[in-house]
């Protein structure tokens, strides 16, 4: 491995939420990384589908999973942990939403956390704080970090744009944060979300539902660089780039590593 990632997934999370949001971290985000607040989600802008887009860089027309449910690929296609796992590094996931495990193919993690989110004031704290366990003690190649609670406590339990929204967006930055503070000399890191959402629902290809921001932190991106016509295709031939690995023949996206 060239150098190691660490992806931060945050659940529903709007570009404009995340700037009322009133983190103050977001105004070093800017200035620290590369991003957008304008990348385009998967249609249907629905968490699992796309996920599975995020880390096998294909359409979820494509790749078959169109729902929340798991079904096989009908004509496989290597995600990013396939492609790790071949090339001889380690991965390890933590995740608050207990189907997320199957965007990952059984053999390919090392070091695997679900905490349920409901089952206490913020599992997506309690996550992060598993993640910076794991990730001192054996520092692995790829983490994926998820949190869920902007999505499920905060945009379907309250309503997008709400208050309770926006604390849980607030929170996710909080933790974006710690892990960039504590582990930024060593990994790159990026910051994204997977859709957003409309009154208490998503899945639809309203602007709100499809517009989602993306941070790039590390040595192969600009600081306070924008960047334009991203999606969550580009995100696996991102993090192979960044890595070293050989960008998969099957995948669709780009990387977005500066001059790649």
Request: net charge negative.
């Amino acid at each position: 491995m060239n150098k190691k990632v660490i992806l931060i997934s945050i659940d529903g999370m709007r570009p404009d939420g995340l700037k009322a949001c009133g983190n103050e971290y977001l105004s070093e985000l800017e200035k620290i990384c590369s991003y957008t607040y304008n990348a385009r989600s998967m249609t249907p802008s629905v968490t699992f589908p796309c996920h599975f887009s995020m880390t096998h860089s294909v359409i979820p027309q494509r790749h078959g999973i169109l729902t929340n449910t798991y079904v096989p690929q009908v004509r496989p296609v290597n995600g990013i942990f396939e492609k790790i796992n071949a090339a001889g590094g380690v991965s390890a996931m933590f995740y608050g939403w207990e189907p997320l495990r199957d965007i990952a193919s059984p053999g390919t993690l090392k070091f695997a956390t679900y905490i349920n989110a409901y089952m206490q004031e913020s599992g997506d704290t309690v996550l992060t704080d598993e993640a910076e366990k794991v990730i001192s003690q054996h520092k692995p190649d790829f983490v994926f970090l998820y949190m869920v609670e902007t999505d499920e406590k905060g945009g379907h339990d309250n309503g997008w744009m709400s208050e309770e929204y926006l604390r849980r967006i607030s929170i996710a930055i909080d933790n974006v944060k710690r892990i960039i503070e504590k582990f930024g000399e060593e990994y790159s890191v990026i910051i994204m979300a997977d859709h957003g959402g409309h009154d208490r629902s998503h899945g639809t290809e309203l602007p709100e539902d499809m517009t989602i921001p993306l941070f790039f932190y590390g040595s192969d991106f600009v600081p306070g660089e924008n960047i334009e016509n991203a999606s969550l295709l580009d995100i696996a031939p991102t993090i192979a780039s960044i890595m070293g690995i050989n960008i998969d023949s099957d995948w669709e996206g780009k990387s977005l590593t500066n001059g790649l």
